[in-house]
């Protein structure tokens, strides 16, 4: 089947420590996303990526950081320089960067700082 | 720049009861509309999408219609089911701000009782 995986479901941390999330995809989509996710609220885009080797911020990627070395995978870095970090992260995927394409999301990752 | 408003939740119904989540957007530029739902603990899943003025999208005996002339994008739902409990996000891309990024509204907690 094809689809978007991301682990850890559950991920906790020490206050200053880096923590990085996974995210894979199958889908032989060009274009990757990492979301955060507060009670609440709506989705903020952290970083996404249009293709790989390229990766742009988003609207609040101060504390952390990306890479999109393969097609399928788009890592997150949570960075102690994050000062709020517990969130719900979710990673999505779409098959290029076109504003009428659909974006598929991962089931998310659930981070607490202990 | 380019924004989403969802009617403020949570809101219950009763099984089979009829359902209405409003969503107005600010815009410029053809934006492409969308609805995702998330059901507890999980990721978002597509529910419909329209792309231009006047579309209808449809899905699961949900529908919204792109009203452009009053910037909105209601979800209807004749008779919901206990299994239609889970938050709603409405959502635009292609603003001319937002560009091919997606910008949600802060989500409408559905929760249907038998």
């Not at chain 1, 990673?91 to 700082?113: E, H, I, K, N």
């Not at chain 2, 579309?55 to 909105?72: L, P």
């Amino acid at each position: 089947d094809g689809g978007i995986t991301q682990s850890p479901k559950y991920l906790f941390r020490k206050e200053g420590q880096n923590v990085t999330l996974s995210c894979e995809q199958n889908l032989n989509h060009d274009a990757m996303y990492w979301y955060r996710q507060d009670p609440g609220q709506g989705l903020r885009l952290i970083y996404y990526s249009q293709i790989v080797n390229d990766f742009q911020k988003g609207d609040i990627a101060e504390g952390y950081s990306v890479s999109r070395e393969k097609k399928e995978s788009f890592p997150l870095t949570v960075t102690s320089a994050q000062k709020n970090p517990t969130a719900f992260y979710l990673c999505a995927s779409s098959m290029d960067w076109g504003d009428t394409d659909t974006q598929y999301f991962g089931p998310g990752t659930r981070l607490t700082v202990l | 720049g380019d924004s989403v408003t969802q009617m403020e939740g949570p809101v219950t119904l009763s099984e089979e009861a009829f359902l209405t989540i409003n969503c107005t957007y600010t815009a410029t530029g053809y934006p492409s509309l969308f609805w995702y739902v998330q059901y507890p603990g999980e990721g978002l899943q597509l529910l419909l999408k329209a792309t231009k003025a006047d579309d209808k999208g449809s899905n699961k005996g949900f529908e919204a219609t792109y009203r452009k002339e009053t910037t909105s994008f209601h979800l209807e739902k004749g008779s919901v089911q206990v299994s239609d409990s889970a938050v709603y996000f409405c959502a635009l891309s292609g603003g001319e701000t937002s560009g091919s990024r997606l910008t949600f509204g802060e989500g409408t907690q559905l929760t249907v009782n038998p």
